[in-house]
């Protein structure tokens, strides 16, 4: 059976990634075709830049199944490296697009562009899909505020810790996976314990604190979650942690793997003068986080 392919990194799965998905879901069953999208793992863009830590909106296994849930035939990745990066835009329509993946239609976004240098923009793809007898469907920008909404975008949203933003962006909100791992304890000796949780490296971690819940199990729990380098007690080094104070919970969950969603954020993160004053600056944000999910429980 010939497929209905969608081609592109789709970093986020966000709106406009929707649109695209559903467009080739859309047109396979109208033409009687499979339904299959394509994803390159890491973006190209990072392929070329050699940027590997804090790029990432969704890993791989995050990304397939954000795409599986739109209920496509199948997700396959096609990994991007030096002879893709390298090949013409002809042969990749032929070798890839038409051989590999058996398409009989081809789905992209309007700034898709395939072959060395992307040279294979929207016109070459048109025309080429019409020589080979194929369909063609480029999918409008799905848009917000006036701009676009793409994977920079909501870039730029997380590593400023406007994840209000980006989860609008998204169309659903920002989470982050890992183990619980030891951390130095610091929290529970000012009286607040908390969770550390091993991100990915390459999983974008928004800096500050926020009002969150936390998914232990089949469980999921309201909490305060703070990315930062700790900067009034200095035990990092400057690295980048990520630790949730799960509010009125006491069990030893190390070793467990957790899922924390960002919903607000609350404050950046601050130096303080004091352990007395950060200690003041916590209860402050547990407060606001109680007022917050006391606003959006049912």
């Given amino acids: ?74 997700v396959e990745p096609l990994v991007f490296d030096r002879n893709l990066a390298a090949m013409p835009a002809a042969e990749f329509f032929n070798r890839v697009v038409l051989d590999r993946f058996a398409s009989g239609g081809l789905c992209v976004g309007p700034d898709f562009a395939v072959g060395r240098g992307r040279e294979g923009h929207l016109d070459y793809l048109k025309a080429a899909s019409r020589q080979a007898g194929i369909a063609f469907k480029a999918v ?51 009286g607040f314990p908390t969770a550390n949780i091993g991100a990915h490296p390459s999983k974008i971690l928004p800096p500050g604190i ?37 509010l009125d919970f006491s069990r030893n969950i190390y070793g467990r793997k957790v899922e924390v969603t960002f919903l607000r954020h609350l404050r950046p993160e601050r130096k303080f003068s004091s352990k007395e004053s950060l200690i003041k600056h916590i209860e402050g944000d547990i407060l606001a986080a109680r007022r917050y999910f006391a606003k959006i429980k049912p």
């Fill in 140 to 190: 409008p920008f799905s848009r917000r505020g006036g701009h676009k909404i793409s994977s920079s975008l909501i870039r730029a949203h997380l590593r400023e810790g406007k994840v209000e933003e980006a989860n609008a962006c998204l169309g659903w909100n920002y989470s982050v996976s890992g183990p619980v791992v030891k951390g130095a304890g610091l929290g529970r000796k000012l």
């Fill in 210 to 246: 926020f009002a969150a819940r936390v998914k232990v199990g089949h469980g999921v729990h309201d909490a305060v979650l703070s990315v930062g380098r700790r900067p009034t007690v200095n035990t990092l080094g400057g690295r980048l942690i990520l630790e949730a104070h799960i």
């Fill in 1 to 74: 059976m010939l497929n209905f392919t969608a081609i592109g990194s789709f970093d986020g799965v966000h709106l406009g990634h929707r649109r695209i998905v559903r467009a080739a879901v859309r047109e396979a069953l109208r033409r009687g075709m499979a339904s299959r999208i394509v994803y390159f793992p890491f973006p190209p863009k990072f392929f070329f830049s050699g940027e590997m830590e804090n790029c990432l909106i969704t890993l791989p296994e995050e990304r397939e199944a954000l795409m599986e849930a739109l209920r496509p035939d199948a």
